[in-house]
């Protein structure tokens, strides 16, 4: 897998040939799956984490509903093969999480 590389701000790197390839190209295709709000994808508006939809709007400690939408985000990344282990906090309305997540082209660590 080959990805354009995002600069500080989150954006592509055009036109400065900056890419990622293997397993960092996967974890960062992971963030920009997780950043991508469901329907702001105009070509696709049916993809997207249901942050507003879903997360956001619920009531009290959802912590366990949110931790399986984004483990389905990450799990359904290209060239992921299985999160080997998601753990997650749920303090004072911050939701934190890391993962560790076995690509094709190895383990890399994921912090939501």
Known sequence: MQYRALDEQGDYTLGQNKMKQGKEAVAQAIKTRLDLLYGQWWENTEDGLPLFEKI???YGDNREM???LISERI???KDVREIKSYESTFQ?????ANCVVETVYGTVLIDV
């Open 56 to 58: 956001l709007g619920a």
């Open 66 to 68: 949110i931790d399986m």
């Open 75 to 77: 799990a359904e990344t």
């Open 92 to 96: 004072n309305r911050v939701y934190s």
